[in-house]
């Protein structure tokens, strides 16, 4: 198994260009989430999906979207790219694990976005 | 918002010694998790305490989770040089899918 990939790993950007990053998982894992860090400020959360057909918006929405038409991929893009959204993005699956009180999260290797 | 708040911010320890993490979360928790990111690098995953525990062991690491007092402390014994890292905690607020993470305790071991 591969986890979970991500691509690209290094882009940079124009302002006000749009792009896509991709989250493939073969975990058959529901869930799936985009995460940013920034320095000093830990991980937060853009969007989650519960599973295909299903996303919500988490603590930092504006300026992403996201679909989910299949279980496995899970992408994320960047309408109009801003100097604010440079910073480095993680996916992350999870089985839903409700009877066991939750499961552990798995982590792609992250993709580092700087917009100039 | 930043559920989990990791203190202390940074942590300089010798190798051989006990570095310990402590992590004070806001609302009510089905689990919390502890994570590893080593630099540039993704997160991987250290334990899982559920709310109905209060301590768990995985080789060298020891947490303990007090929900009265919304904190978890990580124990790291016998550190080693490849401890050297950032460590989060991380909270579901009941939902599994969306984490909170805290602004992590960077972690270095000296040799």
């Known amino acids: 198994n591969a986890g979970v990939t991500q691509t690209p790993k290094f882009q940079v950007l124009k302002t006000g260009q749009s792009m896509t990053l991709q989250c493939a998982q073969d975990?058959?894992?529901?869930?799936m989430s985009w995460y940013r860090q920034d320095p000093g400020m830990g991980l937060r959360l853009i969007h989650y999906?519960?599973?295909?057909?299903?996303?919500d918006q988490g603590e930092v929405p504006n300026g992403y979207n996201v679909s989910r038409s299949t279980t496995e991929d899970f992408p994320l893009r960047l309408l109009s790219a801003a100097p604010s959204q440079t910073s480095v993005y993680f996916c992350?699956?999870?089985?839903?694990?409700?009877?066991?009180?939750?499961?552990?999260?798995?982590f792609g290797q992250g993709t580092r976005l700087t917009v100039v | 918002s930043q559920q989990g708040e990791e203190d202390p911010q940074a942590l300089s320890i010798q190798e051989g010694e006990n570095a310990t993490m402590n992590c004070s979360y806001k609302?009510?928790?089905?689990?919390l998790q502890w994570y590893r990111q080593n630099s540039g690098r993704g997160l991987v995953h250290l334990i899982l305490?559920?709310?109905?525990?209060r301590e768990k062991h995985s080789g060298r690491l020891r947490v303990t989770l007090d929900t009265s007092k919304k904190s978890s402390s990580l124990l790291i014994t016998a550190s080693r040089a490849a401890d050297t890292a950032s460590y989060f905690c991380?909270?579901?607020?009941?939902?599994?899918?969306?984490?909170?993470f805290g602004k992590g305790t960077l972690l270095t071991v000296n040799p």
């Open positions: 992350a699956s999870s089985y839903s694990g409700k009877r066991q009180g939750g499961t552990e999260a798995f």
């Open positions: 975990m058959n894992h529901e869930y």
């Open positions: 999906s519960v599973g295909a057909g299903i996303t």
């Open positions: 609302t009510s928790i089905n689990n």
């Open positions: 305490i559920r709310s109905n525990e």
């Open positions: 991380a909270t579901d607020g009941g939902s599994n899918y969306k984490l909170t």
